[in-house]
């Protein structure tokens, strides 16, 4: 019987960007993110609930999520006792939005931006870890510093069957939602959908007392909530999520580094000349208070993305574990004995792609390993170089081919990184991605462009957390 409802209104914002896709594209962009009517981003309750449900101690199908989000098996099953309502985007006053005029764009610079999105361009990665000739594409994503708020809902009482106590029970799902290891939508892996919690109001209910108190509570998530009937509550994260290690990588530039460059924006402008490529930058939105606002042009964050530094761990990874393992290149061309050995080895922490060529194997592994995105402040120092391109029949300069680039110069990178070592991670692969890890904190794996000229490298990093005595051996 249920007497009690446990309700929680969740403020998130993003720390990275995020996407959701909907399988599909459009005329300018070639992947796009779920809208609401409104033409806004939004979240489905449906995957708030898949990533809670995948969380919980016992996995997706054990008991507690047949209890919690009930279960179907045939012809028999029950209904979930937790309802998430989708989430709302938030305005630039902190306040999300249900409905709203079509020309409210252009007077919220938040909405504005939430509504264009930001786009990254992309490559596809072939199975053997380098780019597909034929996969550039791109992607619509939801900017960092993007709010949104959604309902969270637990029923039951002590007379129930299933949940006794859902003030509990709500209490363990938004421990999960401000867990370090808690990450929304796809490309996960990517160091897409990181978020922290803003706040929460929450409150239970018995009905049989307070069941006018319970039903005046706002249907709408736009419509203020008076702090009598919903007051601030205070989650408790977890340090750790069940299964992952975590903790930040720091990394310290020697020099020059540069990532994703672009053409120059009118602020890069050196005597009415352009400079030819700087730095990749991203807005992003910021808060203060109750009031955001959209950083860009000159004030837009240096982006450094996740996949830039994945990508170089993971062929180095490849590299220390074939050393491990005596597995070398051999002499003819011919493929080692060992080397699908290594495969499946470096699939434990990277996974794979789900469909292998020639093989018909459609199932795929997610990977385990997950950083993300760092942006770094505009006041972030930057070089000047001048270029000559090199013609290369002669080795000798071309003429009227000068061209110039604006690298970032020295400064710190921290990246989030966890591990999820819930499953079995041989033994020999952690101490190969260990090496690659110490490896890019002292100057000899570069990341980034233009390695071959000597930008990219980085001195006096460390691995910060669990997840660096994890590598070090020093935890299961």
């Given at each position: 019987?249920?007497?009690?409802?446990?309700?929680?209104?969740?403020?998130?914002?993003?720390?990275?960007?995020?996407?959701?896709?909907?399988?599909?594209?459009?005329?300018?962009?070639?992947?796009?993110?779920?809208?609401d009517a409104n033409g806004l981003p939004t979240v489905p309750g449906?995957?708030?609930?898949?990533?809670?449900?995948?969380?919980?101690?016992?996995?997706?199908?054990?008991?507690?999520?047949?209890?919690?989000?009930?279960?179907?098996?045939?012809?028999?099953?029950?209904?979930?006792?937790?309802?998430?309502?989708?989430?709302?985007?938030?305005?630039?006053?902190?306040?999300?939005?249900?409905?709203?005029?079509?020309?409210?764009?252009?007077?919220?610079?938040?909405?504005?931006?939430?509504?264009?999105?930001?786009?990254?361009?992309?490559?596809?990665?072939?199975?053997?870890?380098?780019?597909?000739?034929?996969?550039?594409?791109?992607?619509?994503?939801?900017?960092?510093?993007?709010?949104?708020?959604?309902?969270?809902?637990?029923?039951?009482?002590?007379?129930?069957r299933r949940i006794t106590d859902p003030a509990a029970t709500l209490d363990q799902l938004l421990g999960q939602i401000a867990s370090p290891a808690f990450r929304l939508g796809g490309r996960t892996r990517r160091g897409f959908g990181t978020v922290k919690v803003v706040r929460v109001l929450a409150r239970t209910f018995d009905l049989r007392t307070e069941h006018a108190a319970w039903a005046s509570v706002p249907r709408d998530?736009?419509?203020?909530?008076?702090?009598?009937?919903?007051?601030t509550f205070r989650v408790r994260a977890a340090d750790e999520a069940p299964g992952f290690k975590t903790g930040r990588l720091v990394l310290e530039a020697v020099d020059y580094w540069l990532f994703a460059g672009e053409p120059a924006r009118e602020s890069h402008y050196?005597?009415?000349?352009?400079?030819?490529?700087?730095?990749?930058?991203?807005?992003?939105?910021?808060?203060d208070g109750a009031r955001g606002r959209v950083l860009e042009s000159k004030e837009a964050r240096y982006l450094v993305p996740a996949?830039?530094?994945?990508?170089?761990?993971?062929?180095?990874?490849?590299?220390?574990?074939?050393?491990l393992r005596g597995v070398w290149a051999s002499t003819d061309g011919s493929t080692p004995p060992d080397a699908d050995v290594v495969t499946e080895a470096m699939q434990t922490l990277f996974g794979d792609v789900k469909q292998r060529a020639g093989t018909g194997d459609g199932a795929g592994k997610p990977g385990r390993v997950y950083l993300t995105d760092h942006y770094a402040a505009p006041s972030q120092r930057e070089g000047e170089l001048d270029h000559v391109s090199i013609d290369r029949f002669t080795g000798g300069p071309m003429d009227g081919m000068l061209f110039s680039e604006k690298p970032l110069f020295q400064g710190t990178i921290t990246l989030a990184l966890a591990v999820d070592v819930g499953c079995p991670i041989p033994d020999d692969v952690r101490r190969a991605f260990a090496a690659a890890v110490d490896d890019l904190c002292h100057e000899r794996l570069p990341i980034g462009a233009a390695s071959n000229r000597g930008h990219g490298y980085f001195r006096g990093g460390r691995v910060e957390g669990s997840v660096g005595e994890w590598l070090q051996g020093r935890m299961a």
């Open positions: 019987m249920i007497t009690h409802v446990a309700i929680a209104r969740v403020t998130l914002e993003t720390t990275t960007p995020l996407t959701i896709g909907t399988g599909a594209g459009n005329d300018l962009v070639d992947a796009i993110c779920v809208t449906s995957s708030i609930a898949g990533v809670l449900r995948h969380g919980l101690p016992d996995g997706p199908e054990g008991p507690g999520a047949h209890r919690l989000f009930g279960y179907q098996q045939q012809d028999t099953g029950e209904a979930s006792h937790v309802f998430v309502s989708w989430a709302h985007a938030h305005d630039a006053s902190d306040r999300p939005v249900s409905a709203r005029p079509g020309s409210a764009h252009a007077a919220d610079e938040v909405l504005g931006l939430l509504a264009a999105g930001v786009r990254r361009d992309h490559v596809k990665i072939s199975r053997h870890g380098v780019v597909d000739d034929r996969g550039k594409f791109d992607t619509q994503l939801v900017p960092t510093g993007a709010r949104f708020t959604f309902e969270l809902r637990v029923q039951g009482g002590p007379e129930s998530l736009a419509a203020p909530v008076p702090a009598s009937l919903l007051p050196r005597n009415d000349k352009a400079i030819d490529q700087v730095a990749k930058t991203e807005p992003v939105i910021t808060w996949s830039s530094v994945k990508g170089a761990l993971r062929h180095r990874t490849e590299f220390h574990l074939r050393r």
